[in-house]
C-alpha cells in the first residue's frame, strides 16, 4: 500500500482527501459474506475496512504512525456520510459507522471532492513599497489650492509655461521612511520568504494577504523574553491565572511550588483535565482559521525537516502575539510531560506522548469550515512540532537580518536624497577620496638578487694589484 506525498501547494487537503478515496477504492479487498442466511459479494465488514485503512494510514508519509484506530473510524463515518461508501443495503448519508460486523461496500462510483474554480493565473510578485510612489491618500490632482487673483504678471507666466517657453512645474514628493513603510517592508519580505520556501508561484490561494497584520510580526520579533517567549503589551489577553499555574505545576511535577492546594489521588489528572477544558473552549485555534490552508501546505514539507521548520518559522511569525504566547507555553509544558518519568499516567489505555497529541491537536489546528480529514492532518502538525518546538517558535534569524539591513539601506537611500551635501560629506565617494587623499608616489623596488644576471657566477682570480 502506498500512498503518494502530496507536497505543498493549495488546497492540499481536498487532494489527500482524493488520494485517499481513490486507494481506498482501488486497494481494499473485497470478498463474499454472508449475514442473516444471505450470501454477499464484493464487501467487506466494518472492522475490515478499519483495519485496512488505519494501516494505510499510519504506512502513509502524509499522516504518519500517530494516527489511531478511533481516527480511522471517524474518518470512515465522513466516507459513508460523502458516499464513499454504503451499506449492503445502499443507505448512506444518515447511517452512523462502527467499528463492528456490519457490512459494507462501495456503490458504482465514489465522488470526489471538487477543486474550487482558480481565478484567471497572475504569477504573484510581491511588491516593495518604492520611494517614488506617491502617499496613497494624495493624487496630483486633490490637491487643494488656494484660488489667485490673476494679473498680467501671472497671465504671461502661465502662458508662457503653455507654449514651451518655461518648463512646467510638478510636485515633488519628499518621503520620508515612516513607521507604516518599516511595517510593510515586514509584511511583504516575510511573506516573499515564505512564498520562496514552500516553491510557489503565489501565496493567493494558501493565504490571505490582507489578513496578514504587519504589526503582529514585527511584535513576535522584537517584544520576547529572554527565554524567547512572546511578552504581551496587553495583560487582558494573558493566560488566566489559574490556567498558568495549573501548567506550571504539571511542567514542573513533582515540584508544584505554585499551587497552594492539598495535593491528593489523582490530583494531576485533575489539573491535566483543567487545562484540557480551558484550551478544548477556545473559540479559535491558536494557529487560527485563515492560517489554516498555509500550515498544511507545510505538511507537505516533512520530507525536508530543515525547509518544514524554516516555514513553519515564518508561518508562526504571522500569528497574533496571544496566540504565540500561548501555543509557546503549551508546546513547553506538553514536551517537559512527555519527559518527565516521575509523571504518573495521566490516562488510563494511552501513553502520555498520545494523550498529549490526541488531546491539544485540535485547539491548535482546526479548519472553519468542515474540512474531513482536519483531525489527521492536526495531529501530524502537532507530533512534529513537539519534535522540533524550540527550533520552530525560534525568530528566523535570516529573515530578521536580511530584512533589518533592507530597512538600514532605505534610511540611507533617503537621507542622501534628502540632504545630499551632507551625505557626501559623511559618507565620501572613491572619486571624492581621491581628491582629498592623493595617492602617493610608490617607492622604487629594491633591487634583488634573482634580478641580477648570473648571481651566482663562480669567482674568477684576477690579476693581482700587488706586484
Given at each position: 500500500?502506498?500512498?503518494?506525498?502530496?507536497?505543498?501547494?493549495?488546497?492540499?487537503?481536498?487532494?489527500?482527501?482524493?488520494?485517499?478515496?481513490?486507494?481506498?477504492?482501488?486497494?481494499?479487498?473485497?470478498?463474499?459474506?454472508?449475514?442473516?442466511?444471505?450470501?454477499?459479494?464484493?464487501?467487506?465488514?466494518?472492522?475490515?475496512?478499519?483495519?485496512?485503512?488505519?494501516?494505510?494510514?499510519?504506512?502513509?508519509?502524509?499522516?504518519?504512525?500517530?494516527?489511531?484506530?478511533?481516527?480511522?473510524?471517524?474518518?470512515?463515518?465522513?466516507?459513508?456520510?460523502?458516499?464513499?461508501?454504503?451499506?449492503?443495503?445502499?443507505?448512506?448519508?444518515?447511517?452512523?459507522?462502527?467499528?463492528?460486523?456490519?457490512?459494507?461496500?462501495?456503490?458504482?462510483?465514489?465522488?470526489?471532492?471538487?477543486?474550487?474554480?482558480?481565478?484567471?493565473?497572475?504569477?504573484?510578485?510581491?511588491?516593495?513599497?518604492?520611494?517614488?510612489?506617491?502617499?496613497?491618500?494624495?493624487?496630483?490632482?486633490?490637491?487643494?489650492?488656494?484660488?489667485?487673483?490673476?494679473?498680467?504678471?501671472?497671465?504671461?507666466?502661465?502662458?508662457?509655461?503653455?507654449?514651451?517657453?518655461?518648463?512646467?512645474?510638478?510636485?515633488?514628493?519628499?518621503?520620508?521612511?515612516?513607521?507604516?513603510?518599516?511595517?510593510?517592508?515586514?509584511?511583504?519580505?516575510?511573506?516573499?520568504?515564505?512564498?520562496?520556501?514552500?516553491?510557489?508561484?503565489?501565496?493567493?490561494?494558501?493565504?490571505?494577504?490582507?489578513?496578514?497584520?504587519?504589526?503582529?510580526?514585527?511584535?513576535?520579533?522584537?517584544?520576547?523574553?529572554?527565554?524567547?517567549?512572546?511578552?504581551?503589551?496587553?495583560?487582558?489577553?494573558?493566560?488566566?491565572?489559574?490556567?498558568?499555574?495549573?501548567?506550571?505545576?504539571?511542567?514542573?511535577?513533582?515540584?508544584?511550588?505554585?499551587?497552594?492546594?492539598?495535593?491528593?489521588?489523582?490530583?494531576?489528572?485533575?489539573?491535566?483535565?483543567?487545562?484540557?477544558?480551558?484550551?478544548?473552549?477556545?473559540?479559535?485555534?491558536?494557529?487560527?482559521?485563515?492560517?489554516?490552508?498555509?500550515?498544511?501546505?507545510?505538511?507537505?514539507?516533512?520530507?525536508?525537516?530543515?525547509?518544514?521548520?524554516?516555514?513553519?518559522?515564518?508561518?508562526?511569525?504571522?500569528?497574533?502575539?496571544?496566540?504565540?504566547?500561548?501555543?509557546?507555553?503549551?508546546?513547553?509544558?506538553m514536551a517537559r510531560i512527555c519527559l518527565n518519568k516521575e509523571m504518573p499516567s495521566l490516562c488510563d489505555g494511552f501513553?502520555?506522548?498520545?494523550?498529549?497529541?490526541?488531546?491539544?491537536?485540535?485547539?491548535?489546528?482546526?479548519?472553519?469550515?468542515?474540512?474531513?480529514?482536519?483531525?489527521?492532518?492536526?495531529?501530524?502538525?502537532?507530533?512534529?512540532?513537539?519534535?522540533?518546538?524550540?527550533?520552530?517558535?525560534?525568530?528566523?534569524?535570516?529573515?530578521?537580518?536580511?530584512?533589518?539591513?533592507?530597512?538600514?539601506?532605505?534610511?540611507?537611500?533617503?537621507?542622501?536624497?534628502?540632504?545630499?551635501?551632507?551625505?557626501?560629506?559623511?559618507?565620501?565617494?572613491?572619486?571624492?577620496?581621491?581628491?582629498?587623499?592623493?595617492?602617493?608616489?610608490?617607492?622604487?623596488?629594491?633591487?634583488?638578487?634573482?634580478?641580477?644576471?648570473?648571481?651566482?657566477?663562480?669567482?674568477?682570480?684576477?690579476?693581482?694589484?700587488?706586484?
Amino acid at each position: 500500500m502506498e500512498h503518494r506525498l502530496v507536497g505543498p501547494g493549495p488546497y492540499r487537503a481536498t487532494k489527500l482527501w482524493n488520494e485517499t478515496v481513490e486507494l481506498f477504492r482501488t486497494r481494499m479487498p473485497l470478498r463474499k459474506h454472508r449475514c442473516r442466511f444471505k450470501s454477499y459479494d464484493r464487501c467487506f465488514t466494518a472492522a475490515e475496512a478499519v483495519d485496512w485503512l488505519h494501516e494505510l494510514l499510519r504506512c502513509s508519509q502524509n499522516f504518519g504512525p500517530e494516527v489511531t484506530r478511533k481516527q480511522t473510524v471517524q474518518l470512515l463515518k465522513k466516507f459513508l456520510k460523502n458516499h464513499v461508501i454504503e451499506d449492503i443495503k445502499g443507505k448512506w448519508g444518515q447511517e452512523d459507522f462502527e467499528d463492528n460486523r456490519h457490512l459494507y461496500r462501495f456503490p458504482p462510483s465514489s465522488p470526489l471532492k471538487p477543486y474550487p474554480k482558480k481565478p484567471a493565473y497572475q504569477k504573484d510578485v510581491i511588491k516593495f513599497p518604492e520611494w517614488n510612489d506617491p502617499p496613497q491618500s494624495t493624487s496630483q490632482e486633490n490637491i487643494p489650492v488656494r484660488p489667485v487673483v490673476m494679473n498680467s504678471e501671472m497671465w504671461y507666466k502661465r502662458h508662457s509655461i503653455a507654449i514651451g517657453e518655461v518648463p512646467a512645474c510638478r510636485l515633488v514628493y519628499r518621503r520620508q521612511l515612516t513607521e507604516a513603510n518599516v511595517e510593510e517592508i515586514w509584511k511583504s519580505m516575510t511573506l516573499s520568504y515564505l512564498q520562496k520556501v514552500l516553491g510557489l508561484d503565489s501565496l493567493e490561494e494558501v493565504l490571505d494577504i490582507k489578513l496578514v497584520n504587519s504589526k503582529f510580526i514585527i511584535h513576535n520579533v522584537y517584544s520576547v523574553s529572554k527565554q524567547g517567549v512572546v511578552i504581551l503589551d496587553d495583560k487582558s489577553k494573558e493566560l488566566p491565572h489559574w490556567v498558568l499555574s495549573a501548567m506550571k505545576c504539571l511542567a514542573n511535577w513533582p515540584n508544584c511550588s505554585d499551587l497552594k492546594q492539598p495535593m491528593y489521588l489523582g490530583f494531576e489528572k485533575d489539573v491535566f483535565k483543567t487545562i484540557a477544558d480551558y484550551y478544548g473552549h477556545l473559540k479559535e485555534p491558536l494557529l487560527t482559521f485563515h492560517l489554516f490552508d498555509a500550515f498544511v501546505s507545510v505538511l507537505g514539507l516533512l520530507q525536508k525537516e530543515k525547509m518544514a521548520i524554516e516555514a513553519f518559522q515564518i508561518c508562526c511569525l504571522l500569528l497574533p502575539p496571544e496566540n504565540r504566547r500561548k501555543l509557546q507555553l503549551l508546546m513547553r509544558m506538553m514536551a517537559r510531560i512527555c519527559l518527565n518519568k516521575e509523571m504518573p499516567s495521566l490516562c488510563d489505555g494511552f501513553g502520555t506522548r498520545t494523550l498529549m497529541v490526541q488531546t491539544f491537536s485540535h485547539c491548535i489546528l482546526c479548519s472553519k469550515d468542515e474540512v474531513d480529514l482536519d483531525e489527521l492532518l492536526a495531529v501530524r502538525l502537532v507530533t512534529f512540532l513537539m519534535d522540533n518546538y524550540q527550533e520552530i517558535l525560534k525568530v528566523p534569524l535570516a529573515l530578521q537580518t536580511s530584512i533589518e539591513e533592507r530597512v538600514a539601506h532605505l534610511r540611507r537611500v533617503q537621507f542622501q536624497k534628502s540632504y545630499p551635501e551632507v551625505y557626501q560629506e559623511r559618507f565620501p565617494t572613491p572619486e571624492s577620496e581621491a581628491l582629498l587623499f592623493p595617492e602617493k608616489p610608490k617607492p622604487k623596488p629594491q633591487l634583488l638578487m634573482w634580478a641580477l644576471k648570473n648571481p651566482f657566477q663562480p669567482f674568477q682570480r684576477t690579476r693581482s694589484f700587488r706586484m
